[in-house]
């Protein structure tokens, strides 16, 4: 069972920034990749960026070059995921989701990010 805590969510104005964090109850090596969703009201979850085990990284068209994700470089160590969000406007208003995939998907309980115009 994998456990994923988010947070650093929160309100902040267009062109801000915010910084997302996820704990994970495992260390890296039990895990294929982890990643970033996020959903809006009326929308269906999409993935925002996600990291292989391997450190390659993949992210949505609408926030490359904007987010970042990274992770703890301690390979045995229980890990944290992170989600740099730079250039923040409204349509990024979602509900942020932590996910780690092993032989299945786990999820966090997510945390609001609010980008106000």
């Known amino acids: 069972q994998v456990q994923l805590v988010e947070s650093g969510g929160g309100l902040v104005q267009a062109g801000g920034s915010l910084r997302l964090s996820c704990a994970a109850s495992v260390i890296w090596s039990s895990l294929n990749a982890m990643g970033w969703y996020r959903q809006a009201p009326g929308k269906q979850r999409e993935l925002v960026a996600q990291i292989t085990r391997g450190g390659n990284t993949n992210y949505a068209d609408s926030v490359k070059g904007r987010f970042t994700i990274s992770r703890d470089n301690a390979k045995n160590a229980k890990n944290t995921l992170y989600l740099e969000m730079n250039s923040l406007n409204p349509e990024d208003t979602a509900t942020y989701y932590c996910?780690?995939?092993?032989?299945?998907?786990?999820w966090g309980q997510g945390t609001q990010v609010t980008v106000s115009s």
């Open positions: 996910n780690a995939f092993s032989y299945c998907d786990y």
